[in-house]
């Protein structure tokens, strides 16, 4: 009998699949039909409980496709996968892995993007997501995704809009709550930050316990890494303090994907207790840096079709 590990992907019912350590969820992936896109929520802080990010603007109804964390571009080949004004759909195709173990939690799916016309997919996006959990409850959420279209080839068009998002909670945000948004050269703000190369963003600000009568507050954050393998990187970011932040991999160009070589994109989340800490996220990213890729390959053991291995 196998022995029980401390990191599982425990699939549910209605389209969910919860990300767990120690029993408790920190993040769960949602890939239902009732929504344009699949998304991550909640983004659960270390310490407080509560989720970091949010579905939905605080005051915008037009920005309900915000969902906490997705994948989406504004422009592919002209259409509009960003925005729920639009047929364009992602839709989880499979499910290709599920791999628990005590040092990490992983899971690999198919995503394909749809016009909203023709029945097959524009493209293909594997998706591996890697769950690796810290000291003091802390945990990263690695996002490593593989973009093959149907056609030779395929064209991400400019925009500021793509590839990662992320919707932080309203008590986080710098206009409706009290947060501090900072980047890898020590800048904050959004005047100095938005459009403007950086390694990571971090958004960190005051959330409250979750379960505590009191309603005792503390600091906890996000920072979001963008990879020296990626063809932006160091990105452009649209930052904004309403609570939102994203790598803009196609701010200054288009970017092409072949089916020969296709776009890959990696980023890592931290999330975190206490504010931005400029020492930790860099060295974060310097190690970072230098671990392999993953990808998934015909399984060694029984009963299971695929596995994630390291490149």
Same mark, same amino acid.
């Given at each position: 009998?196998?022995?029980?590990?401390?990191?599982?992907?425990? *699939?549910?019912?209605?389209?969910?699949?919860?990300?767990? +350590?120690?029993?408790?969820?920190?993040?769960?992936?949602?890939?239902?039909?009732?929504?344009?896109?699949?998304?991550?929520?909640?983004?659960?802080?270390?310490? $407080?409980?509560?989720?970091?990010?949010?579905?939905?603007?605080? &005051?915008?109804?037009?920005?309900?496709?915000?969902?906490?964390?997705?994948?989406?571009?504004?422009?592919?080949?002209?259409?509009?996968?960003? $925005?729920?004004?639009?047929?364009?759909?992602?839709?989880?195709?499979?499910?290709?892995?599920?791999?628990? /173990? !005590?040092?990490?939690?992983?899971?690999?799916?198919?995503? &394909?993007?749809? @016009?909203?016309?023709?029945?097959? *997919?524009?493209?293909?996006?594997?998706?591996?997501?890697?769950?690796?959990?810290?000291?003091?409850?802390?945990?990263?959420?690695?996002?490593?995704?593989?973009?093959?279209?149907?056609?030779?080839?395929?064209?991400?068009?400019? =925009?500021?809009?793509?590839?990662?998002?992320?919707?932080?909670?309203?008590?986080?945000?710098?206009?409706?709550? !009290? /947060?501090? %948004?900072?980047?890898?050269?020590?800048?904050?703000?959004?005047?100095?930050?938005?459009?403007?190369?950086?390694?990571?963003? @971090?958004?960190?600000?005051?959330?409250?316990?979750?379960?505590?009568?009191?309603?005792?507050?503390?600091?906890?954050? %996000?920072? #979001?890494?963008?990879?020296?393998?990626?063809?932006?990187?160091?990105?452009?970011?649209?930052?904004?303090?309403?609570?939102?932040?994203?790598?803009?991999?196609?701010?200054?160009?288009?970017?092409?994907? =072949?089916?020969?070589?296709?776009?890959?994109?990696?980023?890592?989340?931290?999330?975190?207790?206490?504010?931005?800490?400029?020492?930790?996220?860099?060295? %974060?990213?310097?190690?970072?840096?230098?671990?392999?890729? #993953?990808?998934? +390959?015909?399984?060694?053991?029984?009963?299971?079709?695929?596995? %994630?291995?390291?490149?």
């Amino acid at each position: 009998m196998a022995a029980l590990t401390r990191c599982e992907v425990v *699939p549910l019912p209605d389209h969910q699949v919860s990300f767990q +350590v120690d029993g408790q969820e920190v993040t769960c992936w949602h890939f239902g039909p009732q929504a344009p896109r699949p998304y991550f929520y909640p983004i659960r802080g270390p310490r $407080s409980g509560a989720s970091l990010t949010r579905m939905g603007h605080p &005051g915008a109804p037009n920005h309900d496709h915000h969902r906490s964390v997705w994948f989406a571009h504004q422009q592919l080949l002209g259409i509009d996968f960003w $925005s729920d004004q639009t047929e364009a759909r992602i839709r989880q195709q499979e499910w290709l892995v599920y791999q628990d /173990g !005590d040092a990490e939690a992983a899971m690999a799916v198919k995503l &394909g993007w749809y @016009d909203g016309h023709d029945t097959q *997919p524009l493209l293909d996006q594997e998706l591996i997501a890697i769950l690796r959990p810290l000291e003091n409850d802390e945990y990263t959420l690695d996002l490593h995704s593989t973009f093959v279209p149907r056609a030779e080839q395929i064209e991400f068009q400019q =925009t500021n809009f793509g590839f990662l998002a992320v919707r932080m909670a309203k008590s986080i945000s710098v206009h409706f709550g !009290d /947060g501090k %948004i900072t980047g890898s050269e020590g800048t904050t703000g959004e005047a100095d930050l938005f459009g403007q190369p950086s390694a990571w963003i @971090d958004y960190s600000g005051m959330v409250a316990v979750t379960g505590n009568s009191d309603r005792s507050l503390l600091t906890e954050g %996000i920072t #979001y890494f963008d990879h020296p393998r990626n063809v932006s990187y160091p990105s452009k970011w649209h930052v904004r303090e309403d609570g939102w932040m994203g790598a803009s991999a196609c701010r200054d160009q288009a970017i092409i994907t =072949t089916r020969e070589d296709p776009l890959r994109l990696r980023y890592r989340l931290h999330i975190h207790h206490g504010p931005a800490d400029l020492a930790r996220a860099g060295e %974060i990213s310097r190690n970072w840096a230098v671990e392999p890729d #993953y990808r998934t +390959v015909r399984a060694t053991e029984p009963h299971q079709s695929l596995q %994630i291995e390291r490149i």
